[in-house]
T-cell receptor, first 116, second 110 residues
Framework: GAVVSQHPSRVICKSGTSVKIECRSL??????MFWYRQFPKQSLMLMAT?????????EQGVEKDKFLINHASLTLSTLTVTSAHPEDSSFYIC????????????FGNGTRLTVT | DAKTTQPPSMDCAEGRAANLPCNHS???????VYWYRQIHSQGPQYIIH???NNETNEMASLIITEDRKSSTLILPHATLRDTAVYYC???????????FGTGTRLKVLA
């Protein structure tokens, strides 16, 4: 079945540094990928829609300059958390569609970011 | 806001059927009902989806009421590994922008 791979699974960084998270569709092409954030014991919150070859669309309240999204190919989208602060510590999850009007979204296994 | 409502938590004995309800009273005619589950510290896993007919696969069954205002996910023989948060989501027309509600935290008890 369709597989979405996310890397790294865990990352610890110091406050003020930037962190890049990769999301790859391993056996299919994804023109659109989605980035979610999840705080402990809360549900997933959509951050942005990543479109191959064009700018990402951010949800209200999500700072585009802080969360840089690049979708340079049909199999790779990256999320860069710039100038990270402890409040950015969270579980970040990407997803992609295999295609077709109602094909299910496939999710990566998430990246646990801890900012110290 | 999520267009679905689910009970926050449920318990189920191992080996018994787990029936997880979902209310989606404002569902549109062409919106599918999707179910995912999230095991601790992992990404959501697709389970099943349907439009108006009942569906069954190797993981679960999905029962959708005739008026489509509610549905039930059935895990026929729950195991300890089925302990997870289960999300009922409506697939909006023309987009994959899933809006997750709070889901149901299912605990399967030995």
């Amino acid at each position: 079945g369709a597989v979405v791979s996310q890397h790294p699974s865990r990352v610890i960084c110091k406050s003020g540094t930037s962190v890049k998270i990769e999301c790859r569709s391993l056996d299919f092409q994804a023109t659109t990928m989605f980035w979610y954030r999840q705080f402990p014991k809360q549900s997933l919150m959509l951050m942005a829609t990543s479109n191959e070859g064009s700018k990402a669309t951010y949800e209200q309240g999500v700072e585009k300059d802080k969360f840089l999204i690049n979708h340079a190919s049909l199999t790779l989208s990256t999320l860069t958390v710039t100038s990270a602060h402890p409040e950015d510590s969270s579980f970040y999850i990407c997803s992609a569609s295999h295609g077709g009007d109602y094909s299910p979204l496939h999710f990566g296994n998430g990246t646990r970011l801890t900012v110290t | 806001d999520a267009k679905t409502t689910q009970p926050p938590s449920m318990d189920c004995a191992e080996g018994r059927a787990a029936n997880l309800p979902c209310n989606h009273s404002t569902i549109s005619g062409n919106e599918y009902v999707y179910w995912y589950r999230q095991i601790h510290s992992q990404g959501p896993q697709y389970i099943i989806h349907g439009l108006k007919n009942n569906e069954t696969n190797e993981m679960a069954s999905l029962i959708i009421t005739e008026d489509r205002k509610s549905s039930t996910l059935i895990l026929p023989h729950a195991t300890l590994r089925d302990t997870a948060v289960y999300y009922c989501i409506l697939h909006p027309t023309g987009t994959y922008k899933y809006i997750f509600g709070t889901g149901t935290r299912l605990k399967v008890l030995a």
